[in-house]
């Protein structure tokens, strides 16, 4: 599909529809001169330059990558109608567009039942788990790992609950004896496991803490804000990834998923679903302003954000028309970007200069120079981080960094000197599907770096 022309098409259809109403004059003090918007668009366009190239097999750093050209295309032409999905109200076609796109992850998932909605990000849609853990399990707290996305800690403390981190094993999955000796204090109500650690893309043990569930009373959140789609290529095969801790997040009582991660959609669309539809009493609140169009349950009335842009809906909704939250379909994206992970992983293993830090579980390859002392690992790191960014464009690699202990590299079987507690390791997320093809040229870039920078030969 040509994204130009579809953005066209988009805003001629949305202007065909607003000529029904009858023309009318826009008011002089919105009006905006030809000449001047140019001079200002260029500007924009100059500022933007400043970026990362985010879109560019050569960009292998963080979680981050443009929105599919559909999603595009959906975004723009309900933003320009700016429906709001708090309430039927604002928005009737997007909240109907969200119900079947929420209905698709559900499915994803294999919840036989829901209660779910989109958000703004994967923070409010864990933010909106734990105040559901806090009102079904009073005055107890929640256990996550150490390596759970920060935003646990702090949504804890925002809610007024005890947050318990629980140690990680040698492949950054939640520790379970670690995690049962806490249980049995009775302090927990909740334990969030995350499926896909930001970090490393580790994934915790999610169908043997079920089996704790009934012992210890506890609710389970799974956080897949990064890793819920790999649910579509769960199914154990050499492209694929581990189906037991996916398999389990059905029977979990709730999960978040950022379909702005690996869903192909831009920033602004997280979603959280809730295996008890009863949750919904939780929300319940009286507006004076809103809820005037139906007797539904509106979404605004089960969601802790008013505001939500409809467009983020329309462009899921949108993009899953083309490509659903399948196997067969959005499934084919992940393989190659799994495979990518699974490829380099083995580049690393097999070259001198560089150790992989542990095994992928998902499309996130952690690695290190090879260098006889923590400090050296990390000053290595850093230069290499550096130089790849620092690059002419058609030579540039992008990698990026994550902070790792002395502890964590001996639990690896790292042999050096610990002679700082810290250290910076490279890391690379491979989630785009060309990254397959690239996979040998960043490899082959970055070892030239590591050796530039003085990594050791064994
Ligand atoms: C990205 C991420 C979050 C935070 O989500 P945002 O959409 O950035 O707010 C939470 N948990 C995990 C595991 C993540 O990867």
């Not at 200002?40 to 100059?46: D, P, R, W």
């Not at 399990?137 to 256990?143: F, K, L, T």
């Amino acid at each position: 599909m040509d994204l130009r022309e579809w953005l066209s098409t988009a805003a001629e259809e949305i202007g065909r529809w607003q000529l029904e109403y009858g023309p009318f004059d826009s008011h002089g003090s919105t009006a905006v001169d030809d000449d001047e918007f140019g001079a200002a668009f260029s500007k924009l366009v100059g500022r933007l330059r400043d970026n990362y190239p985010f879109f560019h097999p050569r960009y292998a750093a963080q979680m981050l990558k443009p929105p599919h050209p559909a999603a595009a295309v959906g975004y723009l032409a309900a933003m320009l109608i700016n429906p709001n999905n708090h309430a039927l109200d604002g928005g009737p076609a997007t909240a109907a567009l969200e119900r079947e796109a929420v209905d698709q992850l559900a499915g994803m998932f294999g919840f036989p039942e829901y209660l779910g909605h989109l958000t703004t990000s994967g923070t409010i849609a864990n933010l909106e788990a734990l105040f559901v853990a806090r009102e079904t399990h009073p005055g107890r707290g929640v256990a996550h790992s150490v390596d759970a996305h920060f935003t646990h800690q702090r949504m804890c403390h925002v809610l007024g609950m005890e947050s318990y981190p629980v140690p990680t094993d040698a492949l950054g999955r939640m520790n379970l004896d670690a995690l049962e000796a806490l249980l049995r204090t009775g302090r927990v109500g909740t334990v969030v496991l995350t499926a896909g650690t930001t970090g490393i893309g580790a994934v915790d043990p999610v169908h043997e803490v079920l089996a704790l569930r009934e012992r210890y009373g506890v609710r389970i959140h799974v956080d897949a804000a990064y890793g819920g789609f790999f649910s579509l290529i769960a199914d154990d095969s050499a492209d694929g990834v581990a189906s037991a801790p996916f398999a389990a997040i059905k029977s979990c009582d709730s999960v978040t998923v950022d379909p702005h991660k690996h869903g192909l959609q831009p920033y602004g669309c997280g979603a959280v679903l809730f295996a008890d539809p009863g949750v919904g009493k939780f929300y319940k609140h009286d507006s004076p302003y809103t809820y005037f169009t139906s007797t539904e349950l509106h979404l605004g009335e089960i969601s802790l954000e008013c505001s939500r842009a409809g467009a983020a809906a329309s462009a899921l909704w949108l993009t899953f028309q083309l490509i659903p939250p399948t196997p067969d379909a959005l499934g084919t994206i992940l393989r190659p970007c799994r495979r990518a992970a699974l490829r380099w992983a083995d580049l690393i293993s097999d070259e001198e200069s560089v150790d992989l830090y542990q095994p992928p579980d998902l499309d996130v390859v952690t690695f290190l120079p090879r260098a006889g002392s923590v400090s050296e690992v990390d000053r290595i790191t850093n230069a290499v981080v550096a130089e790849g960014m620092a690059a002419p464009p058609k030579d540039a690699v992008y990698v990026a960094a994550y902070s790792v202990t002395a502890q964590a590299l001996a639990d690896r079987g790292w042999r050096g000197v610990a002679d700082v507690p810290k250290s910076r390791i490279l890391r690379s997320s491979l989630m785009k599907p060309e990254d397959e093809v690239w996979v040998d040229y960043l490899h082959g870039r970055v070892v030239e770096l590591v050796r530039g920078a003085g990594a050791v030969a064994a």
